[in-house]
Structures are given as structure tokens and as C-alpha cells.
């Protein structure tokens, strides 16, 4: 069965930092490419960033520069470390992992606010 569990979202102060986990089980984690997503409330969900078996990153645009997605294939686990928040960022955010079939974890919550 495979699994995608999100975690590390919290409540930060504009301008702090969070590191995001996104751990996979029941599936050949070296192989697959892991996405970030999320989805602010009234409003879509949007693409943030990918990371394919290769180690290629790829990120939306208006996130270049302070969002970074890595990956430990040992441990089977995407991050997405995200520095310089700010309002706009708080969201849930969501991994998911792209074999055959896309796997979607259950979203960790972020909230960016003073």
C-alpha cells in the first residue's frame, strides 16, 4: 500500500523559514517524481514545485529564489525548504508521487502571520 505522509507545516512570522517533509512508502522511492502543491482557501490548487528520480528541480516562477525542493532517496523522503514567507504563502501543501499512477498525501497546513 503505498503511503504519502506531509509534515513540518506550523505557524511562522513573515519572513521566517519552514521545512517541509513529504515521506513515501510502498513505492520504488529512487524512481518516482515527487511534486509540492497547495491550495489557499477560495482559490485552486497550484503547482509549486518538482523533483524527478533524476534530482532535476523545477519551480513555479514567482517562487524561484525562496523556495528549494530536495530529496533524500534513502530515506525516501522529498523536502521543501521555504525561506523569506510571507502571507501569500499560507496554504496547505500537498506531495505527491508520480509513478504509473499519482499518489497524493493528506496536506500539511502552513500559516504564515504575525
Known amino acids: 500500500q503505498v503511503q504519502v505522509v506531509e509534515s513540518g507545516g506550523g505557524l511562522v512570522q513573515p519572513g521566517g523559514s519552514l521545512s517541509l517533509s513529504c515521506e513515501v512508502s510502498?513505492?520504488?522511492?529512487?524512481?518516482?517524481?515527487v511534486g509540492w502543491y497547495r491550495q489557499s482557501p477560495g482559490k485552486q490548487r497550484e503547482w509549486v514545485a518538482s523533483?524527478?528520480?533524476?534530482?532535476?528541480?523545477d519551480y513555479v516562477d514567482s517562487l524561484k529564489g525562496r523556495f528549494t525542493i530536495s530529496r533524500d532517496n534513502a530515506k525516501a523522503t522529498a523536502y521543501l525548504q521555504m525561506n523569506n514567507l510571507e502571507p501569500d504563502d499560507t496554504a496547505v501543501y500537498y506531495c505527491?508521487?508520480?509513478?504509473?499512477?499519482?499518489?497524493w498525501g493528506q496536506g500539511t497546513q502552513v500559516t504564515v502571520s504575525s
Open positions: 523533483i524527478t528520480r533524476n534530482f532535476k528541480a
Open positions: 510502498g513505492l520504488i522511492f529512487s524512481l518516482v517524481t
Open positions: 505527491n508521487a508520480q509513478a504509473v499512477t499519482t499518489y
